[in-house]
């Protein structure tokens, strides 16, 4: 079964009071690139959800975005230095004793000197924090994996349509081939006949261009090449395992054979097809670049 690259699903967890948001966005990329944005205090669970990623999504570009809403797991502590603001209080005392001033001080004018005061951040329980974020993680990316299978699905549809009718126009040239052989064979011969009358020519010669003919346009191996590879194709779209790039590595082979197929005939009839089937393929080819 084939699956589309793009996609996009979002997931949400209970946390106490709050509430976890994941949005999961999938687009187009030759190999697999994983961006993931998470709020500042959880950033070093950056890999558990690298991991839970890369369990469900082999290729393209993969954004997450998680945000949290309501009280975060952790708290803020006021520390109050006491060292310090006593040692603030006796140098102000002993310089209001040097200066002979009146020294009455208040506690809000200790609390305007740096560093009597200040907040700690109790670090939170990350333990905690993932078993409340991996729902939503996991929710998020179920939804883009559905998303994605149903539009391989229709990307299957639109694949084996195109190779049917591929195959069948490989069926159509290998017809004509056969047919272009036997007409060149009688219009030589035509031709011939008229020259062994005045024995310009031997028959023998005859025999020999049409083998030599033959030899040069002989397209059979190419288009049962061909078959092979739209056989290899289809047997791809069964696979449960990702298979874009090895359609489109079956699609340039297809492309090398077909282009030889058109170098080798001069045939008009044929040439046409070829081009019809060069343009199914380039469809393909377009296609294959959504797949995973």
């Not at 009455?104 to 905690?128: C, H, N, T, W, Y």
């Not at 005045?198 to 010669?205: C, F, K, N, Y």
């Amino acid at each position: 079964m084939i699956r589309s690259m793009t996609g996009y699903g979002g997931g949400e967890s209970q946390e106490g009071s709050g509430r976890w948001r994941v949005e999961v966005k999938v687009v187009n990329h030759r190999f697999r690139e994983i961006v993931i944005r998470l709020p500042k205090e959880v950033s070093s669970l950056e890999e558990q959800v690298r991991r839970c990623v890369s369990e469900n999504i082999s290729r393209g570009r993969v954004e997450v975005s998680v945000t949290r809403e309501g009280e975060p797991g952790w708290t803020h502590r006021l520390v109050v230095d006491r060292t310090l603001a006593l040692e603030y209080y006796k140098n102000l005392n002993k310089l209001a004793s040097e200066l002979d001033l009146e020294f009455k001080p208040q506690l809000s004018d200790l609390a305007r000197f740096e560093g009597i005061f200040s907040l700690e951040v109790e670090p939170e329980d990350l333990e905690k924090a993932w078993e409340n974020l991996e729902p939503a993680v996991r929710s998020a990316l179920n939804e883009v994996v559905r998303m994605r299978e149903a539009e391989g699905r229709a990307l299957l549809e639109d694949f084996q349509k195109r190779v049917n009718l591929v195959r069948e126009m490989v069926g159509l040239i290998q017809e004509r081939a056969d047919l272009t052989l036997d007409e060149y064979r009688e219009k030589l011969q035509a031709r011939v006949a008229e020259l062994i009358e005045t024995g310009a020519l031997e028959t023998g010669r005859l025999e020999a261009e049409v083998v030599l003919y033959a030899e040069r346009s002989n397209i059979t191996e190419e288009l049962v090449r061909i078959r092979s590879h739209l056989s290899q194709m289809e047997e791809a779209f069964e696979s449960n395992s990702p298979v874009g790039r090895r359609i489109e590595f079956i699609l340039q082979e297809l492309w090398r054979e077909i282009n030889t197929v058109g170098s080798k005939t001069g045939d008009t009839e044929i040439g046409r097809l070829v081009v019809q089937v060069k343009d199914e393929l380039e469809k393909m080819r377009e296609q294959a670049q959504n797949i995973e």
